[in-house]
């Protein structure tokens, strides 16, 4: 049995945990087994670049733990997008990356592949297992779900979101106190998630349990509302900009301050229109994703957000690398450690697919097939501590 690991898209969390657990149970369970990386995902795939498990590291497994990233690391290749693998150089004019890749595993006498992705990844590992069987070579293909966006259907937590919420809500922690820097500041903390808003949701909800943990001296400024969020703004939710900024510049006139919580996929495409409209370039990547980056949703919408409060001082600050790298935290460990002892118990009977709690059966455990798996499952706003949240939210200017 040989078993290849790959990890495709951006970081998160839960990388190196998923990678260490997986290796853990492979190496007790099957003493003969062999193991491999394929290095930056699909590029290394189809490139034949990998790096050998030696059986010496359970030994020491448990200090993989303490890392982020991902040891046999990342890259964003889209096997279906032929013209983009050519251009890069990961094949040669004539060639197919779903052949040339599937002609790797093959090489490679691989017999599971376990794919660390969200979406886009799992579903290209679905392609690869359906090009091989039907040319007479059975591989199982078990995914784990990761992205710290959790927007991945129907699995109800994907892997690493708990932690970059946690870990944004400390980023956070450190920000805010720039808003003694100046009077009438505007600062807004822009999370990732290009479709959904759970993780800035979640984000402002660990920053506001942490609030609680501190002691406020009003009679010298140290205020709890000076120090709490004033909006969090969501793709889900349709922004009534004029009535949002009535009810900041009250906020701006009682606390000097006003502090936002910004999903970069909120308004994209208000933004995406009026950059257009203005001649502006919208670049894409492999996907055909918008690349966030260069569109700057956290900058337009200060650019917006300071007039109309009369903000003398304005600071964006983005947490998406300093939250998606970090280590997995123990709720994420707790969560890592099931599926993927689910997915190696999955692989070695043969079944493919994506392991995660089946939000269409019951939050059940489940290798869900691949045929059900998709991106973009948007934030529930009706989620009871989130309504609760935001009622909190809107009464701080009274």
Not at 167 to 176: P, W, Y
Not at 296 to 301: E, M, R
Request: aromatic share 8%; net charge negative; with cysteine.
């Amino acid at each position: 049995m040989k078993i290849a690991f790959l990890t495709s898209g951006g970081i998160a969390p839960c990388l190196s945990a998923s990678i260490a657990r997986l290796t853990e149970n492979y190496l007790n369970q099957c003493p003969d087994v062999e193991i491999i990386g394929y290095l930056n995902g699909y590029k290394g795939l189809l490139l034949g670049n990998t790096i050998p498990f030696p059986s010496s590291l359970k030994d020491n497994i448990n200090a993989i733990y303490n890392f982020g990233g991902s040891p046999i690391g990342n890259s964003r290749v889209k096997l279906t997008n032929i013209e983009d693998c050519v251009n890069k150089g990961y094949i040669s004019d004539g060639e197919t990356p779903l052949e040339v890749a599937a002609n790797q595993l093959v090489k490679d006498e691989v017999t599971i592949l376990h794919t660390i992705g969200g979406d886009d990844t799992n579903t290209t590992a679905a392609d690869l297992s359906n090009y091989l069987r039907e040319n007479n070579y059975n591989l199982t293909v078990v995914g784990l779900p990761k992205t710290i966006d959790n927007d991945v259907f129907p699995i109800k937590q994907t892997l690493g979101a708990w932690t970059a919420a946690e870990q944004g809500a400390v980023f956070f922690e450190n920000i805010v106190n720039e808003n003694t820097t100046s009077d009438r500041q505007l600062i807004i903390h822009e999370v990732m998630g290009r479709h959904c808003g759970w993780l800035t949701a979640a984000t402002a909800h660990e920053y506001r349990k942490r609030l609680q943990n501190l002691q406020f001296f009003p009679e010298i400024g140290i205020t709890k509302e000076k120090w709490n969020i004033h909006s969090v703004l969501l793709p889900e939710e349709e922004i009534d900009f004029d009535k949002e900024c009535k009810r900041l510049n009250n906020v701006m006139n009682t606390h000097d301050c006003v502090n936002i919580f910004l999903c970069e996929g909120a308004g994209m495409s208000t933004i995406i229109s009026e950059t257009e409209k203005e001649g502006g370039q919208v670049l894409r990547d492999a996907f055909g994703h918008v690349r966030l980056d260069d569109l700057n949703p956290g900058q337009w919408f200060a650019k917006q957000f300071a007039k109309r409060l009369k903000a003398n001082k304005v600071l964006v600050q983005k947490s998406g690398y300093f939250s998606r790298s970090a280590k997995a935290n123990q709720k994420d460990l707790d969560l890592i450690f099931e599926v993927a002892d689910f997915a190696v118990e999955s692989a070695i009977i043969g079944i493919s697919g994506v392991v995660g709690w089946d939000e269409d059966n019951n939050n059940k455990l489940s290798c869900i097939n691949f045929k059900r798996i998709k991106g973009g499952k948007p934030f529930n706003t009706n989620s009871d501590w989130y309504k609760k949240m935001m009622q909190e939210i809107t009464q701080i200017e009274k």
